[in-house]
């Protein structure tokens, strides 16, 4: 989760080279991750119209590692949890490699800019 969690910081990071004021998103991901995620309540208590949420928390790598703990501290059978990792994996290797290629491109960008000789917050 954590490797997953740092090519979401990479992604950030390099929005937030084009945009010098990005702080924001960084703190705002994480919440809406974390009510989405499932950390607070379960992904299945979304019904009815609210149901495109479950889709869109199933996108989200918080949702899967929780599922994979939850299962774990239940002493649940391997074959039940075996679904979440590898999607955990695949999900970290794709958002790494997203997040490099976004903080290289922020970083050329601004140094071609002159954003790092500029003063960040007139």
């Known amino acids: 989760m954590f490797v997953a969690y740092a090519g979401i910081?990479?992604?950030?990071?390099?929005?937030?080279?084009f945009l010098r004021r990005g702080n924001f998103l960084f703190v705002a991901f994480f919440q809406v991750s974390a009510v989405l995620g499932g950390v607070f309540f379960p992904t299945?208590?979304?019904r009815g119209d609210l149901r495109f949420l479950s889709?869109?928390?199933n996108s989200l790598p918080i949702t899967h590692a929780l599922k994979e703990v939850r299962l774990?501290?239940?002493?649940?059978?391997?074959?039940n949890?075996?679904?979440?990792?590898?999607?955990?994996?695949?999900?970290?290797?794709?958002?790494?490699?997203?997040?490099?290629?976004?903080l290289q491109k922020g970083l050329?960008?601004?140094r071609k800019n002159g954003q790092f000789s500029?003063?960040?917050?007139?």
């Open 108 to 110: 050329i960008w601004a």
């Open 9 to 17: 910081g990479m992604i950030i990071s390099g929005v937030s080279l």
């Open 118 to 122: 500029k003063e960040l917050y007139n």
């Open 81 to 102: 949890s075996a679904a979440h990792g590898p999607l955990l994996v695949m999900m970290a290797l794709i958002l790494a490699f997203i997040g490099l290629v976004l």
């Open 72 to 79: 774990a501290l239940i002493h649940e059978e391997i074959s």
């Open 44 to 46: 299945e208590l979304f």
């Open 55 to 57: 889709y869109v928390s």
